[in-house]
């Protein structure tokens, strides 16, 4: 059911006079350009009940106003056009409204945060002097403002401007690149439009629609609906709460007249935190404002406010592609993302951003018409914002002229991991993408490959481009039984691999997230609950991917003499589960362990323990009959007396996997 929102500005056009001129929304002003061979929407507001005309280049359509004075309707699709038409709106018995110089091209939305609101002003001086250079007139820019909103606005302070020199400066670099390049290779205009926010998480991005045909996000979806003026769950706890604030007016009235003590006052139904950081916010007041303009795709660029969700930015991913092309109704739009670039996060983190990378690029196969750019050897580990702009744009463009416009001689992506084999002491990996075939950008071998046994404790391995150009072959003397193989697996890794036509390999690791043996993980970043919570820097480090024995990669619990205690992992849904990995540092004198599954959180199925060797690392699987579980506990039955300088009632664990069935 699609809410009802109401923001300042829709309340103020609803009291157009009968016979004032039609509104049009900003993106429907002199210099616009509509997106060729589709359907074109035109919207706005009118008197009500009023007949609303639209000509463009020979075509009409009509519509009536309906008793807000809301009015849609939709002219044919137009081929490309660079010649500057108007497009001319009336309402019966009013003055026309007259939009001049429109084009008919390419219209490609991007939004993201701060590397993609990166302007080109702030570029390298290469990317500089390219933007200084003539382009094609036809390219034109619409910049949307930062501004946050729990409800769905229907305007936004921005206008259409040409690409000049000057203009771009304050651009968003990405998207100008990329707009610059389709408006070269196909000789159409283009229309850009940019709406990002620096320092944005992907949550506030979301458009409601998008989350409500993910089953996990079930009980996600009833939380915010309950906190989102427009939707029934709100309105129906805001109507309750007036009740409420009469009474208390009323109470409080006769409390003071009495001389009595007031009584406080009651509080309104929750909101979603609002802002560029929060729940919601930017979607609402910089996205649906847009809606539903004609466009051909999205552009993405963001991740590093969400570097540490692991596998869930995926999903999260599938809810913004699922929103935004629902809204746009356009259910097969391109949506083209960047992989973000190496950065060090910090020594607690890892892991963090090899996951994130993983999770963006299980986006590709997860869901259609998506494309990635691969950007591990344009960035700066110690800059989370790379002034190599023009790069990262071509990426994007090679993607789009490959799948979007069907150029078949542009190679649109550099090596992507497809499979590994072990062969002897070697490990053959093998990859996608490879173009002309598999190269280094330096002439040496090629680096940051890993190798480790069953063990899973990797050491850093030699490897050699196979002669066949689409495999790697791996090895390490110290590993002369390998099981896994990863590459480029550190925040900062900036590898020497790519294909010969100078796109870059992306990272990967062989046994995470799906692990042939075991499964599928689905722990991973999951948050969980101690029943003897650390207070001393060591209650994280449980699923976050790293099998440490230091504070932040390492959960232990408090050092209270209370056994058993316990620490219970929520999978944020019931899913199937079939096997349960945990482990040891080499520090500390845990001894007992007990796994155990519940769908409830209240009534637990042990499916496996072990007793560990004090002061030694190691590891232990538990493999069951797949059974549905949400909550995951580990439960420390007893300890050995004390090793070392860790008091013996401190429980440790390096991390708990939990996984699921493939496909299931």
């Known amino acids: 059911?699609?809410?009802?929102?109401?923001?300042?500005?829709?309340?103020?056009?609803?009291?157009?006079?009968?016979?004032?001129?039609?509104?049009?929304?900003?993106?429907?002003?002199?210099?616009?350009?509509?997106?060729?061979?589709?359907?074109?929407?035109?919207?706005?507001?009118?008197?009500?009940?009023?007949?609303?005309?639209?000509?463009?280049?020979?075509?009409?359509?009509?519509?009536?106003?309906?008793?807000?004075?809301?009015?849609?309707?939709?002219?044919?699709?137009?081929?490309?056009?660079?010649?500057?038409?108007?497009?001319?709106?009336?309402?019966?018995?009013?003055?026309?409204?007259?939009?001049?110089?429109?084009?008919?091209?390419?219209?490609?939305?991007?939004?993201?945060?701060?590397?993609?609101?990166?302007?080109?002003?702030?570029?390298?001086?290469?990317?500089?002097?390219?933007?200084?250079s003539p382009t094609t007139a036809t390219l034109r820019l619409f910049q949307v403002p930062h501004v946050v909103s729990p409800a769905r606005q229907e305007t936004v302070n921005a206008k259409w401007t040409p690409a000049t020199p000057e203009l771009v400066r304050g651009f968003s670099a990405v998207a100008y690149f990329f707009g610059r390049g389709v408006s070269e290779d196909l000789k159409v205009p283009v229309g850009l439009i940019e709406s990002n926010w620096g320092g944005s998480r992907i949550e506030p991005w979301w458009a409601e629609e998008g989350l409500e045909t993910i089953p996990e996000y079930a009980d996600l979806v009833k939380r915010r609906h309950a906190s989102l003026p427009g939707y029934p769950e709100y309105d129906r706890a805001f109507r309750g709460y007036l009740k409420v604030l009469r009474d208390w007016t009323t109470t409080t009235e006769q409390a003071m007249d009495a001389g009595k003590p007031l009584p406080d006052a009651p509080k309104p139904p929750a909101l979603l935190n609002v802002g560029s950081g929060g729940e919601t916010g930017t979607y609402q007041a910089m996205i649906h404002p847009l809606v539903p303009y004609a466009l051909r795709g999205f552009l993405w660029y963001q991740g590093e406010s969400n570097s540490g969700d692991g596998m869930a930015y995926t999903t999260k991913m599938q809810a913004l592609i699922e929103g935004w092309r629902k809204q746009f109704a356009n259910p097969d739009a391109p949506f083209l993302f960047v992989q973000i670039a190496p950065y060090g996060y910090g020594p607690d983190r890892v892991n963090s951003l090899p996951q994130l990378w993983v999770a963006q690029q299980a986006v590709l196969s997860k869901i259609p018409h998506t494309g990635m750019a691969v950007t591990n050897d344009v960035g700066n580990a110690k800059d989370i914002h790379p002034t190599n702009k023009s790069d990262v744009a071509h990426r994007l463009l090679q993607w789009a002229l490959a799948d979007v416009y069907g150029k078949k001689d542009v190679v649109r992506s550099g090596p992507l991991y497809a499979s590994a084999k072990v062969e002897g002491d070697s490990i053959r990996v093998n990859f996608s993408e490879t173009g002309s075939g598999l190269t280094t950008r330096d002439g040496k071998d090629p680096g940051w490959f890993e190798i480790a046994g069953e063990d899973g404790n990797f050491v850093q391995a030699t490897a050699k481009i196979a002669p066949d150009g689409k495999s790697v072959l791996v090895k390490a003397g110290q590993i002369p039984n390998p099981v896994q193989v990863r590459f480029a697996w550190s925040q900062v890794a900036e590898p020497n691999l790519m294909n010969k036509e100078k796109?870059?390999?992306?990272?990967?690791?062989?046994?995470?997230?799906?692990?042939?043996?075991?499964g599928l993980l689905v722990s991973s970043g999951r948050p969980y609950q101690s029943s003897d919570a650390n207070n001393k820097g060591w209650n994280s480090g449980l699923t976050d991917g790293t099998w440490g024995n230091s504070?932040?990669?390492?959960?232990?619990?408090?050092?209270?003499?209370?056994?058993?205690?316990?620490?219970?992992?929520?999978?944020?849904s019931t899913q199937p589960v079939q096997a349960i990995r945990y482990g040891v540092p080499n520090i500390g004198a845990t001894n007992t362990v007990t796994v155990s599954i519940s769908t409830d959180g209240k009534n637990f199925t042990e499916v496996g323990r072990n007793s560990f060797v004090p002061k030694t690392a190691s590891t232990s699987t538990a493999r069951f009959t797949i059974a549905d579980a949400r909550y995951v506990r580990a439960t420390f039955i007893d300890h050995h007396p004390q090793q070392d300088g860790y008091d013996p009632n401190f429980a440790f664990l390096s991390e708990l996997e939990v996984y699921s069935p493939v496909g299931r």
């Open 551 to 572: 504070a932040g990669t390492c959960y232990a619990t408090n050092e209270s003499p209370k056994f058993p205690k316990t620490v219970t992992i929520d999978l944020g």
């Open 503 to 518: 796109l870059p390999a992306g990272g990967f690791h062989s046994h995470w997230p799906v692990d042939p043996t075991l």
């Open 1 to 132: 059911m699609i809410p009802r929102f109401f923001g300042p500005t829709a309340l103020l056009l609803m009291a157009l006079p009968v016979g004032a001129a039609v509104e049009l929304p900003p993106l429907f002003q002199h210099g616009a350009v509509l997106q060729r061979d589709r359907p074109v929407p035109v919207w706005g507001r009118a008197t009500p009940g009023s007949t609303v005309t639209a000509e463009f280049a020979g075509q009409k359509a009509t519509a009536t106003a309906d008793p807000n004075g809301r009015w849609k309707l939709t002219l044919p699709a137009q081929a490309a056009s660079a010649e500057g038409r108007t497009l001319t709106v009336t309402e019966t018995g009013a003055a026309p409204v007259e939009v001049k110089d429109v084009l008919v091209g390419e219209v490609w939305l991007a939004s993201g945060q701060s590397n993609m609101e990166f302007r080109v002003g702030q570029t390298r001086p290469e990317d500089q002097q390219l933007a200084a």
